[in-house]
T-cell receptor
Framework: DTAVSQTPKYLVTQMGNDKSIKCEQNLGHDTMYWYKQDSKKFLKIMFSYNNKELIINETVPNRFSPKSPDKAHLNLHINSLELGDSAVYFC??????????????FGPGTRLTVL | GNSVTQMEGPVTLSEEAFLTINCTYTATGYPSLFWYVQYPGEGLQLLLKATKADDKGSNKGFEATYRKETTSFHLEKGSVQVSDSAVYFCALSDYGGATNKLIFGTGTLLAVQP
């Protein structure tokens, strides 16, 4: 059973379009995250939700809007896509928010290519 | 702010060679430290972690010791295999009381040749 799953795995789209990436975890975790990995493999956090509440919002453009319908799902909607949005987006989850020893479990990633 | 510095790659080794990937950190407080591995075309997997000073994390023959005095968490393996070829990320937990996020290093590509 996949612990953290993402769909789609690949997403190719034109500039200006709107797209969504979905994430689901079956680990029973309370906290979920979105990270962005750029072309140089650098990983940076974007958002974090704890039990459907937004708790981390790093300086991400307003075009990015996360939504958590329940604690097992965290989706990422991106409006007006730009070339610079091309990256791999990783979803992750952990047992507790604010627990420095907790392990974050990552999904397989969604490779977004904006043409 | 908190940060992680990793040695630049790529690191190219022959099978059965000894591996060290250096990682140092800057942090206030006492973060937990992690090594994640990303195999080609896959997501990140936790390799090992250490949650306090002098702890040693180990898994699959890899080891790393949390050294507070040198603010380091170097990854080592005594004998690498071709299947260890991947990108290795050092990370620390940036704990903000009610929030926790991982701060990653830039990753180190390891290529093991037969």
């Amino acid at each position: 059973d996949t612990a953290v799953s993402q769909t789609p795995k690949y997403l190719v789209t034109q500039m200006g379009n709107d797209k969504s990436i979905k994430c689901e975890q079956n680990l029973g975790h309370d906290t979920m995250y979105w990270y962005k990995q750029d072309s140089k493999k650098f990983l940076k956090i974007m958002f974090s939700y704890n039990n459907k509440e937004l708790i981390i919002n790093e300086t991400v453009p307003n075009r990015f809007s996360p939504k958590s319908p329940d604690k097992a799902h965290l989706n990422l909607h991106i409006n007006s896509l730009e070339l610079g949005d091309s990256a791999v987006y990783f979803c992750a989850s952990s047992r507790l928010a604010g627990g420095p020893t907790d392990t974050q479990y990552f999904g397989p990633g969604t490779r977004l290519t904006v043409l | 702010g908190n940060s992680v510095t990793q040695m630049e790659g790529p690191v190219t080794l022959s099978e059965e060679a000894f591996l060290t990937i250096n990682c140092t950190y800057t942090a206030t407080g006492y973060p937990s430290l992690f090594w994640y591995v990303q195999y080609p075309g896959e997501g990140l997997q936790l390799l090992l972690k250490a949650t306090k000073a002098d702890d040693k994390g180990s898994n699959k023959g890899f080891e790393a010791t949390y050294r507070k005095e040198t603010t380091s968490f170097h990854l080592e393996k005594g004998s690498v295999q071709v299947s260890d070829s991947a990108v290795y990320f050092c990370a620390l937990s940036d704990y903000g009381g009610a929030t926790n996020k991982l701060i990653f290093g830039t990753g180190t590509l390891l290529a093991v040749q037969p």
